[in-house]
Nanobody, 122 residues
Framework: QVQLVESGGGLVQAGGPLRLSCAVS????????MGWYRQVLAKQREAVAV???????NYAGSVNGRFAISRDMSKNTVYLQMNNLKPEDTAVYYC????????????????WGQGTQVTVSS
């Protein structure tokens, strides 16, 4: 089993910062890509920031320049530093991890965390 546990969500005023963490645990061979997504009720989940195993990153246009994704491979943890938050950033934030179970088959499995609420007040 592979589990992802997010933390760091909460209520923040517009313009403030917040840092999310997502720790991966369980039985696996390696973690490939990791990412952060967000979802507002009745809307589709959208990608916010993703990072590959090689360390490259990609951001949604709406957060580019304000958010930064990073990962600590020794801790199997991915972070999302969010600065200059806006009310429209309010959402449930989910992390995911693409995991290789055995390192031989080439099969990659995607796992999701349970989500953490981020609320930005104006």
């Amino acid at each position: 089993q592979v589990q992802l546990v997010e933390s760091g969500g909460g209520l923040v005023q517009a313009g403030g910062p917040l840092r999310l963490s997502c720790a991966v645990s369980g039985s696996f061979f390696s973690i490939r890509g990791m990412g952060w997504y967000r979802q507002v009720l009745a809307k589709q989940r959208e990608a916010v920031a993703v990072t590959t195993h090689a360390g490259s990153t990609n951001y949604a246009g709406s957060v580019n320049g304000r958010f930064a994704i990073s990962r600590d491979m020794s801790k199997n943890t991915v972070y999302l530093q969010m600065n200059n938050l806006k009310p429209e950033d309010t959402a449930v934030y989910y992390c995911n991890a693409d995991v290789s179970k055995d390192g031989n088959s080439g099969m990659i499995f995607r796992y999701w965390g349970q989500g953490t609420q981020v609320t930005v007040s104006s």
